[in-house]
């Protein structure tokens, strides 16, 4: 009613909630997809395991499937023994096993905080500590040279990097001002060399 609007085209379920069973979530939201409400339905902070139990669930009823996953993203990654300051739920970072999984079940993955609250942009804001160890500084300088080499900025090369993944990851990106979505739409419509994507990949 808020959105003046009778469907919606995603509906996401935003963390996971162990106080409910997988079997009662799946069913909740393929209802919606049901009900005409929403148009797909996707899960955000939740590990692998739980998209690929729902969705055997789904599939077993004949019901709506969740259809993509949403997951923290970036260029940069923290350590994984340490909790990016901010995160206070334990399946927010995207893993090995959830590219995984969408490569195989065909779920869409969509990155959010791609941009690290534009610190690729300005150096002068501190990183989380997760993020203090020598692979971060590795990666800002092969960064920094693809983005002087493309005449681009920072945080378009890693918008564009994330296009390139396979399997292909779709960001999220917050902005404050047309020039920053101007940018982040040019980034993602431009297409990395393949030298700049191999090179980009290996930095740590």
């Not at 009778?6 to 939201?29: K, L, N």
């Not at 797909?40 to 499937?65: D, E, F, K, M, T």
């Not at 779920?107 to 692979?135: K, Q």
């Not at 920094?144 to 396979?166: H, Y």
């Amino acid at each position: 009613q808020r959105l003046q609007t009778e469907r919606i085209d995603m509906y996401w379920a935003h963390m996971e909630d162990r106080e409910q069973s997988v079997a009662d979530v799946a069913e909740t939201f393929g209802d919606l997809v049901e009900q005409g409400l929403t148009a797909r339905i996707g899960l955000s902070n939740h590990p692998a395991w739980y998209a690929a139990a729902a969705n055997v669930h789904a599939q077993q009823r004949g019901a709506a499937g969740f259809s993509a996953l949403q997951l923290r993203e970036s260029f940069l990654h923290p350590r994984p023994d340490t909790p990016v300051e901010g995160e206070d739920h334990p399946h927010g970072m995207m893993t090995i096993e959830s590219k995984d999984l969408a490569e195989r079940c065909g779920l869409d993955l969509w990155a959010y905080t791609p941009l690290l609250t534009g610190a690729y942009e300005h150096p002068e804001r501190p990183l989380p500590e997760a993020y203090e160890h020598p692979g971060t500084d590795n990666r800002l300088t092969v960064l920094r040279r693809w983005s002087d080499s493309l005449a681009m900025k920072p945080s378009q090369v890693v918008l564009a990097l994330l296009n390139a993944q396979q399997p292909t990851i779709t960001p999220i990106v917050g902005v404050s001002s047309v020039a920053q979505l101007a940018d982040a739409v040019k980034a993602t419509r431009f297409s990395l060399p393949e030298e700049a994507v191999e090179e980009l990949n290996a930095a740590g």
